[in-house]
């Protein structure tokens, strides 16, 4: 089969490349390696921010709850904030996964599932997609096959000068745990005391809950003696199977694609340092991918394709993912002190949860409250 497009990778990131590049009329190939539906490593809060990347409506049967804030606990000390409107919708990553493959389906994109990408060779003029069933070509491609796909180390992928969250995630029946926790509050509750450079989250399910632990990479202590610890503090069970992963968070990374091929989602290094957020990343940065090779296709892009493919990254994801990695680095250096301060000031913390909803930006946030009152400004 040859393409327009070839998508390699059916996650969040994939799948939404293969869906818009297909709305913009190309033709379009998804090539994905595992069987759907599939487990993934993932806490499961899906931001409103990334519910309204999407151009459709989420179904009932993909939600499994929603979360109207936080609470983050350093110690003795804990926070609160709540907004009126839900700040994400939790989910089970196989169920909503499998939902956005179908999404690309019905749009026209057609999608192998259980046919891994062995290789991919680019001329000027196209691109030789090579996999376990065959061998196919392409005018172009978007790689979205995640932090540790097979072209990440056989191609020169995106320069990476950012740093990596490391997180493992576990789901337990709410019936084992509720004992240990206040209630099922539908809110994403963080330990900041739980992980260095990072936090132990306990998300609310439908019937169970979502736990882990995560930061950037290189703590003292192991993630998997960390989340072993975490289960001790909640009470949880002594043997709890769990799986683990690797975000990239590179900012815009300088290189982001080829003449031919661009990258996307984890592939691309797009996620966010001081939440270890991806899901809206990937969504939005394979979009972002599709649109720009629609372009081309049709002769309406100036300049090289990657770098017309960054500046909308630029554009549309800069502010958050720069910002957030100023923020972790204090954050994580001081989570005692950063925990009491938003304590204290309530409208920072509601106006924190902008961000999630997509009311304000990293940016925006702390160049507003941090420039002013970490420098004696007393206003609220």
Known sequence: MNADCIVI???????????????????????????????KP?????????????????????QEGFAYGIRAHYGARVLEARRAQPIAVLVRREVFDTFLVDKARDAGAV???????????????????????????????????????????????????????????????????????RSKDPVLEFYFD???????????????FSIGVGGLHGGPLSTRKAFLNFMRRLH???????????????????????????????????????SGEGIFYAMRSGQLAADTIADAMKGSIKGPLPQVYRSQCLQVLGDNLRYA??????????????????ARRPVWAQEFLGIPLGETTYKHFLLKRFSLGLLGHSGP
């Open 111 to 181: 999608v192998h599932t259980e046919e891994k990408v062995l290789a991919l060779e680019e001329t000027p003029h196209h691109v030789t997609v090579r996999t376990t069933r065959g061998e196919y070509r392409c005018a172009y491609a978007i790689v979205a096959h995640g932090a540790q796909g097979v072209l990440n180390r056989r191609l020169s992928g995106p320069s990476r000068t950012g740093t990596r969250w490391k997180a493992v995630t576990h789901r337990e029946a709410a019936s084992v745990l509720w004992p240990s926790l």
């Open 42 to 62: 993932c806490g499961g809060a899906l931001s409103i921010n990334a519910v309204k990347t999407l151009d459709c409506a989420l179904p009932a049967y993909v």
């Open 325 to 342: 990695a100023f923020f972790a680095r204090w954050v994580y250096r001081f989570p005692g002190f950063f925990v009491s301060l938003f």
């Open 9 to 39: 990778g059916a996650g969040p990131a994939g799948s939404c490349a293969a869906r818009k590049a297909a709305q913009r009329g190309l033709k379009v190939l998804c090539l994905e390696k595992e069987k759907f539906p599939r487990a």
């Open 236 to 274: 949880g069970p002594k043997h709890s199977a769990y799986r683990g992963g690797t975000i990239p968070c590179c900012g815009i990374a300088s290189v982001l694609g080829t003449q031919r091929t661009l990258y996307a989602g984890d592939a691309g290094g797009f996620g966010e340092a001081f």
């Open 194 to 208: 739980a992980y260095p450079n990072g936090y132990g989250w306990v998300f609310p399910l439908r019937n169970a």
